[in-house]
Structures are given as structure tokens and as C-alpha cells.
């Protein structure tokens, strides 16, 4: 098993913002996270990543508990963070390269790294600028162009689309359906059409607790569609 989560829980003061999620990813699998605003896909994926310890509960990547031994476990992940914040005087040159090092590839290794997943991320002459000049679509591409640096088994990815063009988000998407066949991904979206293109498996989280994991046509299907599973399943009051 490539990814399993066992009753992860997290709260920040005395709001629950994830609560008892638990579910498991095989090698083919691209897994859609859906909820509204504030229904804890970040804060999931931020756990699953190693960036947040959970309060309870346990990731583990190819049977590495994520907490316990987050270097290791961060060997096999690359992950996209939600908004990306990168380093802005730098060009994604640069910024990847250190990246890549800092993932323990020499220099030669490196500079192959960082060639390949600018083709694949599609950042033409991009690279060559500093990042803080960079459109909000094209950071994204930077941002998504580290996660896959490593190349790295799993994916997990926070709004991968989010503030791209129409264009891009296609060859995103076809990226995203191209890694998924050999690793297994994880994503976020408010997009029901993108869980539709590219997605084998939709995991829908309302109030930090799952409350559907099935195929989305399987979702559509039992609710007669998934704007109408949506609404259905996530439709109370959210807390911001
Ligand atoms: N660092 C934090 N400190 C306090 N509360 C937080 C923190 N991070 C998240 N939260 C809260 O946890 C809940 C879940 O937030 P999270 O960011 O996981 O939601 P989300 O599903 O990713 O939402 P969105 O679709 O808006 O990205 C929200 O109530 C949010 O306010
Ligand atoms: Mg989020």
C-alpha cells in the first residue's frame, strides 16, 4: 500500500479541523479531495506531507509513519502547498536547483532534475526570471515543478489548477493523469469537472470528517450527479 491514513484527527484551539479521517491509496490512484472552504483537505494533506503533526491518528507512506520518521517518509512525497510561497528574488532555476540539493542530488543529478520537471511543468523561458516577476500561473508551475523534483511516489497536490489558464490547466491535468498511472496522487479542488477528467477516486471531507470515498462516477451516479452529491453531502453551515 502506497498511502495509509488511520484516524487522523487535528484541532486548533477548539475548533476540529480534521476529525477521525481515515483511508488508504494503492500505486494508479488518483484520489480528488473535495469539500468547501474550511472542510480540512489542506490540513489533511499538510499531515499526510509532514508539515503539521497530527493530534492523533497516523500517516504512513509505504509503511513509514510520517511523524515518526518524517525524513524518510518525505523521501517518497512531493508535495504542492496551497498557494506556494517561494522564494522571490531567486529565478526557478536557481530555486529548483536548490531544491534538488537539498533533496541530496549532486550537481549533475541536479541540473537533470530540475530540466525535466521544468519540460514536464512547462516553464519555458520562465526559468530564467526572477520568480517574484513571475505571473500567478506560472509560480504555480514552479511550485508544482518542486513537488516533482525527486520524482517522487506519491503526490500530494493543493490546488494544483488554481489560478491557471485554461490552457494550462488542460496540460496540468494531462500531467497530473500521466503521474498517476505509476505513482499515486492526491489532489484538491473546488473543480467537479477536474475530479471528473483526471480523477480515479473522489474523497469528499465536510467539517473535517470524510463523508464519501468512492469512484466519481459511482458519486454521481447514486446522488444524479456531483453538483447535486456536493450540495448534498457537504451541504450545512462551514466554519472559517
Ligand atoms: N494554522 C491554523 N490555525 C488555526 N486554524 C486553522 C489553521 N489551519 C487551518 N485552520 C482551520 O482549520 C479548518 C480547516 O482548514 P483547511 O485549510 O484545512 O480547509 P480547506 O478544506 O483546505 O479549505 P479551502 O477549500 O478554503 O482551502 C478551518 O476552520 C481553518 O480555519
Ligand atoms: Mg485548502
Same mark, same amino acid.
Given at each position: 500500500?502506497?498511502?495509509?491514513?488511520?484516524?487522523?484527527?487535528?484541532?486548533?484551539?477548539?475548533?476540529?479541523?480534521?476529525?477521525?479521517?481515515?483511508?488508504?491509496?494503492?500505486?494508479?490512484?488518483?484520489?480528488?479531495?473535495?469539500?468547501?472552504?474550511?472542510?480540512?483537505?489542506?490540513?489533511?494533506?499538510?499531515?499526510?506531507?509532514?508539515?503539521?503533526?497530527?493530534?492523533?491518528?497516523?500517516?504512513?507512506?509505504?509503511?513509514?509513519?510520517?511523524?515518526?520518521?518524517? @525524513?524518510? *517518509?518525505?523521501?517518497?512525497?512531493?508535495?504542492?502547498?496551497?498557494?506556494?510561497?517561494?522564494?522571490?528574488?531567486?529565478?526557478?532555476?536557481?530555486?529548483?536547483?536548490?531544491? *534538488?540539493?537539498? @533533496?541530496?542530488?549532486?550537481?549533475? !543529478?541536479?541540473?537533470?532534475?530540475?530540466?525535466?520537471?521544468?519540460?514536464?511543468?512547462?516553464?519555458?523561458?520562465?526559468?530564467?526570471?526572477?520568480?517574484?516577476?513571475?505571473?500567478?500561473?506560472?509560480?504555480? @508551475?514552479?511550485?508544482?515543478?518542486?513537488?516533482?523534483?525527486?520524482?517522487?511516489?506519491?503526490?500530494?497536490?493543493?490546488?494544483?489548477?488554481?489560478?491557471?489558464?485554461?490552457?494550462?490547466?488542460?496540460?496540468?491535468?494531462?500531467?497530473?493523469?500521466?503521474?498517476?498511472?505509476? @505513482?499515486?496522487?492526491?489532489?484538491?479542488?473546488?473543480?467537479?469537472?477536474?475530479?471528473? !477528467?483526471?480523477?480515479?477516486?473522489?474523497?469528499?471531507?465536510?467539517?473535517?470528517?470524510?463523508?464519501?470515498?468512492?469512484?466519481?462516477?459511482?458519486?454521481?451516479?447514486?446522488?444524479?450527479?456531483?453538483? !447535486?452529491?456536493?450540495?448534498?453531502?457537504?451541504?450545512?453551515?462551514?466554519?472559517?
Amino acid at each position: 500500500m502506497l498511502l495509509q491514513v488511520e484516524g487522523l484527527r487535528k484541532s486548533f484551539g477548539r475548533r476540529v479541523a480534521v476529525d477521525d479521517v481515515s483511508f488508504s491509496i494503492d500505486v494508479g490512484e488518483v484520489v480528488g479531495f473535495l469539500g468547501p472552504n474550511g472542510a480540512g483537505k489542506t490540513t489533511t494533506m499538510r499531515m499526510i506531507a509532514g508539515y503539521l503533526e497530527p493530534d492523533a491518528g497516523q500517516a504512513k507512506v509505504f509503511g513509514i509513519d510520517v511523524a515518526l520518521d518524517r @525524513r524518510r *517518509a518525505q523521501e517518497r512525497v512531493g508535495y504542492l502547498p496551497e498557494g506556494a510561497p517561494l522564494y522571490g528574488e531567486m529565478t526557478p532555476w536557481t530555486f529548483l536547483r536548490f531544491v *534538488a540539493e537539498t @533533496r541530496g542530488m549532486d550537481k549533475d !543529478a541536479a541540473r537533470h532534475a530540475v530540466t525535466r520537471a521544468a519540460q514536464d511543468t512547462r516553464l519555458g523561458e520562465a526559468i530564467q526570471r526572477p520568480i517574484e516577476t513571475l505571473s500567478k500561473g506560472y509560480r504555480r @508551475r514552479v511550485g508544482l515543478a518542486a513537488a516533482l523534483i525527486h520524482d517522487p511516489m506519491l503526490l500530494i497536490l493543493d490546488e494544483p489548477t488554481d489560478g491557471l489558464d485554461p490552457n494550462q490547466r488542460q496540460a496540468v491535468r494531462d500531467l497530473i493523469k500521466r503521474l498517476g498511472k505509476e @505513482r499515486g496522487l492526491i489532489l484538491s479542488t473546488h473543480s467537479l469537472e477536474e475530479v471528473e !477528467a483526471v480523477c480515479t477516486r473522489a474523497i469528499v471531507i465536510h467539517r473535517g470528517r470524510k463523508v464519501a470515498d468512492t469512484s466519481p462516477a459511482a458519486l454521481a451516479e447514486q446522488y444524479g450527479g456531483l453538483d !447535486a452529491a456536493f450540495r448534498t453531502l457537504t451541504g450545512g453551515e462551514e466554519g472559517l
